[in-house]
Structures are given as structure tokens and as C-alpha cells.
């Protein structure tokens, strides 16, 4: 079956990174792209970009131009997504999410959602 | 780019229909017949309900279906269920490759 397994909560200080990894199980990982969704708490959700694991070519929101960088390791069936210069805004639950989608997109799996906690 | 638009809040009444709307522009909605519908209960992942506007998901029922008119699409839930409470929040592909959420709708079964 297909899986979404996601690395463990971070709780990180203010102007600092953050990497967290998404491993894929259970279908052909070049196959669909791969996007990160975070949800603030008590908040919508807020789409941030997407990797196309089979070619690595990538598309972000505007909002996060120049502060993050999706990649991923074929080899070991894993998406990462680096955030920089976190604020304490970025506080969020992260989600992985694949996309089947040959036109447009939408999301089918979801990981478990990792927890980034920005606090001084 | 803004999020879509979507109503704070709808309820309704066990066997009901009720009706969420998405408003977006000709660049995302108006544009794409790529619209999707995401249902979360508290402390849930989201789950796909509806996909490019109208299509179900194996498994989604029947009660749940999407559609879109100009820059407005729509999910109605017809024989409103006390399992369907939740957020639900739509989703659109956008004329510059990326993605917009709505800001989601609470739904309350009275």
C-alpha cells in the first residue's frame, strides 16, 4: 500500500533551518510528483511547491521564493523540503502529499504531517 | 496570488444537502477544470473527496459531489451524515503552475 513516512517534529530557533524528509513506499516514486502542504495551527491549509521526483525540476509558491528547497534522493524512494530563515509564523505542521495528476494536480496520499516549531 | 474563497461556516441537518462554495478567478478556477475538495476531522489528515471538479475517488461516497460554474465551484453533500462534520477546503491549479487553497469551511451537523 502506499505510504507517505515522514521525519520526526523539530523545534528549531528563530533565522534557523529546517529539513524534513518524506520516504515513499508502495508505488513508483518518479512516477507522481511530490508537494509540501503545511497548516499553521488552527489554520487553513497553505499550499508551498512541488518536485518532480523523476527529473528534480521543482515549482514554489511565490510566498517562499528564495527561503525554500525541495529535493530527492531516487535512490532511497525520499522527498526533502529545506526551509531557511525560519520565523515564528512558520510554525506548522508540514505535510508531504503525492499527486497522481497527469494535467493539474490533486492529492491522493498524505503523509503523517511533521510538526516544525519556531520559538526562541 | 490569493486564496480562494470559501464560507467560514455552513450546517445543516442529518439527511440535508448542503453546499460549499470556491471562488477563484479566471486564472485558477475560471480557467482549469482542476479543482479538488479536501475533507479533515480534527487532528486528521486531509482526505481527497473530489478531484478535477467532479470525479470521486474509489471509496468517497456517493453523497459527495463537485461541480463548477464560471470561477466558482461547488461540493455538495446530499443526506447530510453526523461523519460528514469537518473542515473542507478546495483546491485549484493555477494559470502560473502552482497550487491555491481556499481558506475552509466548517461544516456543522445540527
Known amino acids: 500500500q502506499v505510504q507517505l513516512v515522514q521525519s520526526g517534529a523539530e523545534v528549531k530557533r528563530p533565522g534557523a533551518s529546517v529539513k524534513v524528509s518524506c520516504k515513499a513506499s508502495?508505488?513508483?516514486?518518479?512516477?507522481?510528483?511530490i508537494h509540501w502542504v503545511r497548516q499553521a495551527p488552527g489554520q487553513g491549509l497553505e499550499w508551498m511547491g512541488w518536485?518532480?521526483?523523476?527529473?528534480?525540476?521543482?515549482s514554489y509558491s511565490q510566498k517562499f521564493q528564495g527561503r525554500v528547497t525541495m529535493t530527492r534522493d531516487t535512490s532511497i524512494s525520499t522527498a526533502y523540503m529545506d526551509l531557511s530563515r525560519l520565523k515564528s509564523d512558520d510554525t506548522a505542521v508540514y505535510y508531504c502529499?503525492?499527486?497522481?495528476?497527469?494535467?493539474?494536480?490533486?492529492?491522493?496520499?498524505w503523509g503523517q504531517g511533521t510538526l516544525v516549531t519556531v520559538s526562541s | 496570488q490569493s486564496a480562494l474563497t470559501q464560507p467560514a461556516s455552513v450546517s445543516g441537518s442529518p439527511g440535508q444537502s448542503i453546499t460549499i462554495s470556491c471562488t477563484g478567478t479566471?486564472?485558477?478556477?475560471?480557467?482549469?477544470?482542476?479543482v479538488s475538495w479536501y475533507q479533515q476531522h480534527p487532528g486528521k489528515t486531509p482526505k481527497l473527496m473530489i478531484y478535477?471538479?467532479?470525479n470521486r475517488p474509489s471509496g468517497v461516497s456517493y453523497r459527495f459531489s463537485g461541480s463548477k460554474s464560471g470561477n466558482t465551484a461547488s461540493l455538495t453533500i446530499s443526506g447530510l451524515q453526523a461523519e460528514d462534520e469537518g473542515d473542507y477546503y478546495c483546491?485549484?491549479?493555477?494559470?502560473?503552475?502552482?497550487?491555491?487553497f481556499g481558506g475552509g469551511t466548517k461544516l456543522t451537523v445540527l
Open positions: 502529499v503525492k499527486d497522481p495528476a497527469t494535467s493539474g494536480a490533486y492529492f491522493d496520499y
Open positions: 508502495g508505488y513508483t516514486f518518479t512516477g507522481d510528483h
Open positions: 518536485i518532480n521526483p523523476n527529473s528534480g525540476g521543482t
Open positions: 479566471s486564472s485558477d478556477v475560471g480557467g482549469y477544470n482542476f
Open positions: 478535477d471538479v467532479s
Open positions: 483546491s485549484s491549479y493555477t494559470s502560473t503552475y502552482t497550487l491555491l
